[in-house]
Antibody, heavy 119, light 109 residues
Framework: EVQLVESGGGLVQPGGSLRLSCAASGFTFSSYWMHWVRQAPGKGLVWVSRINSDGSSTSYADSVKGRFTISRDNAKNTLYLQMNSLRAEDTAVYYC????????????WGQGTMVTVSS | QSALTQPASVSGSPGQSITISCTGTSSDVGGYNYVSWYQQHPGKAPKLMIYEVSNRPSGVSNRFSGSKSGNTASLTISGLQAEDEADYYCSSYTSSSTQFGGGTKLTVL
């Protein structure tokens, strides 16, 4: 079965750090671009970051640039999002998603992991 | 990185057709044929319904169709059914990012 499973969410204080993981299975992970998308409670989808198939190219939303780092380990079939200097406005469900055509069409999504930034 | 513009809500009766618009700029929607549409039910992950403006993934009903004119893309749902009630989001590729629309809540009356 093709699936993505996120982990690593939780409660963190403002200014703190968290690393999210996204474990892929059922497909050749190393062939696909991957993305992180977040959704604040009751709000819409917001793109966070993307990484190409071999990890050599990354992009970030302006709101997280310089604070978040996307990476991947193709040997472990895992995508990561290192989040530093967290703010209250980063509170959201974080989804990882597979980009099946490398043009931002996300055909497989994880179930999401909740990140809450609060003191 | 401004969000694409969608109507906040649309509604229709079972069997009717509705259209959701998604307006961007020449840097996103108008510049690429890489517009996607997602359906999201409460508490669930989004589901891809349309990609590359008008293509349907395997398993998506042919009641869902997409189109684009200039800087505006559209999602049309024909033969509305109760299970179509959900939030719908458009997205567009750009060279440096992905842009999502603000989302449209579809109510089936």
């Amino acid at each position: 079965e093709v699936q993505l499973v996120e982990s690593g969410g939780g409660l963190v204080q403002p200014g703190g750090s968290l690393r999210l993981s996204c474990a892929a299975s059922g497909f050749t992970f190393s062939s696909y671009w991957m993305h992180w998308v977040r959704q604040a409670p009751g709000k819409g989808l917001v793109w966070v970051s993307r990484i190409n198939s071999d990890g050599s190219s990354t992009s970030y939303a302006d709101s997280v640039k310089g604070r978040f780092t996307i990476s991947r380990d193709n040997a472990k079939n895992t995508l990561y999002l290192q989040m530093n200097s967290l703010r209250a406005e980063d509170t959201a469900v974080y989804y990882c998603a597979r980009d099946f055509l490398a043009n931002d069409a996300f055909d497989i999504w994880g179930q999401g992991t909740m990140v809450t930034v609060s003191s | 990185q401004s969000a694409l513009t969608q109507p906040a809500s649309v509604s229709g009766s079972p069997g009717q057709s509705i259209t959701i618009s998604c307006t961007g700029t020449s840097s996103d929607v108008g510049g690429y044929n890489y517009v996607s549409w997602y359906q999201q039910h409460p508490g669930k992950a989004p589901k891809l319904m349309i990609y590359e403006v008008s293509n349907r993934p395997s398993g998506v009903s042919n009641r869902f169709s997409g189109s684009k004119s200039g800087n505006t893309a559209s999602l049309t749902i024909s033969g509305l059914q109760a299970e179509d009630e959900a939030d719908y989001y458009c997205s567009s590729y750009t060279s440096s990012s992905t842009q999502f629309g603000g989302g449209t809540k579809l109510t089936v009356l």
